[in-house]
Structures are given as structure tokens and as C-alpha cells.
């Protein structure tokens, strides 16, 4: 009810903020570890201080509402996703508002203030979406709650420059207009496109690795899984250690490596050394 008695939001933030937010999910980048990342949290953060003197719960409600419009899923026509990622945007953006107007920082903080206050707000962000998410994936994939939380932490380590990058944008929307905020957000859509580039090589890169490594197990079939088997164990390794583990330096550490011998010439090679080093035993009269 809170949100609701308050005063309308201006219509111009609520639509240019909520289409960025949209236009952010549409183009999230799909990290290794089954997770994204992408500008929303940002976007969010700008509309916190956008809105906190004049609608400053239900701004940001509408804005992280706009996360729920995910092309791929409207087009599916999967109705149960996209209504979860509204509530779940929503609900997120709605408590980093709640955390900023509790934070006692004045009618008019000054940018180090706003700054510093990007840490709850982001984390706030943050905690409310993994847990609402974390359950949802662990369902949807069949994996162990623990494990997606864990993967989703790693990725969330990266969240506090976004919120920082969000309180500027917010507060340059408030002194210069609304026509500033496409020039500060085009130069980050295209540093993701770069970023999306460097997974994809990435990608390639493990697949060419994974494909020799393939061709020369291929042909010893004595030490045939080893290199997978190293590579999970550094996988699993690094998540205890909560390190975003990569299994390509396992994986190459035995490509270097030419075709051991096969194991029946291994057999011969040694009983030729044992015989060889009975012939230069001398005998005992």
C-alpha cells in the first residue's frame, strides 16, 4: 500500500529507464558457468536516484518490471517465466529503493555519498534476486540449491562497478535531462557486444582444446578419460575454493605430450631391460 499512496511517476524516466532495463535483458551475455550478466543492475541503480524524490518506491517498481520483457520468452509464449522475472525485477528493484531511503544521506547527497550508498543498493539488488532465482534454476536444472547459489555468487562479486556506474547515470539524469542517458549507456552495450565476442572465441578456443585432446586419447586407450577427469577435478577444486575455475589449463596439460606407447610394448620394453640386466650380471661360480 506504501508503494501504491504515493505520488505518479513522470511518464519519460518510467518509459526510457524501462526500455533500457528490457533492452539490457534482451542482450545479457551467457557466462560459462550457466549464468549472465548484463546492464540491469545499473539501470536499476539509476532509477532509484532518479526517483527518490518523487516516487521513489513505485518508479523503481514499474522500471524492474520492464526486466520481465524477454523477447525469446514472449515469443515462446511462456507466460510462467516472463510473470516470475517481472515479480522477480521488480521485487529486487523495489528493495534497493527501500535499502536508499533508509540510508540516512540528506534531500541532496553529494556524489561521494551517492557513491558509497551504491554498495547496499547494488548488494540489496543482488541478494533479493539470487534468492528469488536461486531456487527457480535449481529446479528448472536439477542441480543442488548450494550449487547454484555458489555459481551465482561468483558472478555477483562483479556487481558493485555496475551499481557505482548506476549512481552516476542517475545523478547525470537529474542535472543535464533524459537525452544524456543513451549517450552514457550506448558505449556499455558495446563493450558487452565486445565482451559476448571474447566468450564465443573463448568457446572455440575449448572446443579445438577438447577435440586434440580427444584424437590423442583416441589412440591410448590406457590413459583414455585422464585429461576430463583432471579437468573436473580442477572444476570442482576451484568452486571450493570459490574460484571461477576454467578447465583449460587442465585440459592442455597433456597435450604437450606425444602418444605414450601402448601398453604391450610398454610390457616388452620392460622385460628387454630386465633381461638385458640379468646378461650383465656376473655369474657366481
Same mark, same amino acid.
Given at each position: ?33 550457466? #549464468?549472465?550478466?548484463?546492464? #540491469? ?66 534531500? #541532496? ?34 542441480? #543442488? ?141
Amino acid at each position: 500500500m506504501l508503494v501504491l499512496s504515493g505520488p505518479t511517476p513522470p511518464v519519460l524516466p518510467v518509459v526510457l529507464l524501462g526500455l533500457l532495463f528490457a533492452l539490457a535483458e534482451n542482450t545479457s551475455v551467457a557466462l560459462p558457468n550457466r #549464468s549472465s550478466v548484463s546492464a #540491469s543492475l545499473m539501470l536499476a541503480v539509476a532509477s532509484v536516484v532518479v526517483f527518490r524524490s518523487n516516487a521513489f518506491l513505485l518508479g523503481p517498481l514499474l522500471i524492474g518490471m520492464f526486466g520481465g520483457c524477454y523477447w525469446p520468452q514472449l515469443r515462446a509464449r511462456e507466460i510462467t517465466k516472463v510473470l516470475f522475472n517481472v515479480g522477480n525485477f521488480g521485487l529486487s528493484t523495489l528493495a534497493a529503493a527501500a535499502v536508499y531511503a533508509a540510508v540516512p544521506i540528506g534531500a #541532496s547527497p553529494s556524489v561521494s555519498i551517492d557513491v558509497l550508498a551504491s554498495v547496499p543498493i547494488a548488494l540489496t539488488f543482488s541478494t533479493v534476486n539470487s534468492a528469488l532465482l536461486v531456487p527457480a534454476v535449481s529446479m528448472l536444472t536439477k542441480r #543442488s540449491v548450494r550449487e547454484v547459489g555458489r555459481e551465482m555468487w561468483l558472478s555477483d562479486r562483479q556487481i558493485l562497478p555496475f551499481g557505482v556506474v548506476g549512481v552516476l547515470v542517475g545523478r547525470l539524469y537529474l542535472s543535464f535531462g533524459a537525452w544524456i542517458v543513451p549517450l552514457l549507456v550506448a558505449p556499455i552495450f558495446i563493450a558487452r557486444q565486445a565482451f559476448a565476442s571474447y566468450l564465443q572465441l573463448r568457446a572455440a578456443h575449448e572446443a579445438t582444446l577438447s577435440t586434440l585432446v580427444r584424437a590423442l586419447e583416441a589412440k591410448d586407450r590406457y590413459t583414455a578419460g585422464h585429461v576430463e577427469r583432471v579437468a573436473n577435478l580442477a572444476r570442482l577444486i576451484g568452486l571450493e575454493l570459490y574460484y571461477a575455475a576454467s578447465t583449460s589449463f587442465a585440459r592442455s596439460h597433456r597435450v604437450s605430450r606425444r602418444r605414450s606407447p601402448p601398453l604391450t610394448n610398454l610390457s616388452r620394453t620392460r622385460r628387454s631391460r630386465r633381461a638385458s640386466s640379468q646378461s650383465l650380471t656376473p655369474s657366481t661360480p
